[in-house]
């Protein structure tokens, strides 16, 4: 189980999957794993804030695609909504707007309605809402047009 944990950080429910996938009992694994928590090693607190910082601040996730993760992974309810409090509506709107000028960088030259369907798109399949992203990708085509200079 160590050389699972120094791979790379894990739940204790993903490490219990694991080691049941390896076919070790459950009364084996579930005292190893209290006995893990108690020292420190296993800690799905500081586990759930990790993941909420890095998937927000490196991939620019909605902290509904985050929460969604962090189910996968196994993280109680409780626990993700703590941890999701770091993000607010403020850096969840900014991470979203920094995502649209990204694409929008990217289909200049493009007609107008394309490069809307895209920049949704794209702001979709980080888990924002429809709403935000249409809302976020024009008013990032509204500042770029008044940003033009005339020709």
């Known amino acids: 189980m160590l050389r699972i944990l120094t791979a790379a950080p894990k739940s204790r429910a993903e490490l219990a999957q694991s080691l049941a996938r390896k076919g070790y009992p459950e009364h084996v694994v579930l005292p190893l794993l209290d006995r893990y928590e108690e020292v420190g090693l296993v ?7 990790m993941i909420v910082r890095t998937r927000h601040a490196e991939r620019g996730l909605s902290r509904r695609a985050i929460s969604s993760e962090l189910r996968r992974r196994g993280i109680d309810d409780d626990v993700s909504s703590t941890a ?10 900014d991470a979203a707007r920094d995502l649209a000028r990204a694409r929008l960088r990217r289909t200049a030259g493009l007609d107008r309605d394309v490069r809307v369907r895209r920049a949704v798109g794209a702001l979709a399949r980080k888990g924002y809402s429809p709403g935000l992203a249409f809302e976020v990708v024009q008013r990032e085509l509204d500042r770029e047009e008044s940003d033009a200079p005339d020709a």
Request: proline share 0%; aromatic share 6%.
């Open 84 to 93: 999701l409090e770091q993000v607010d509506d403020d850096s969840e709107a």
């Open 43 to 49: 800690d799905d607190v500081q586990y759930a804030e």
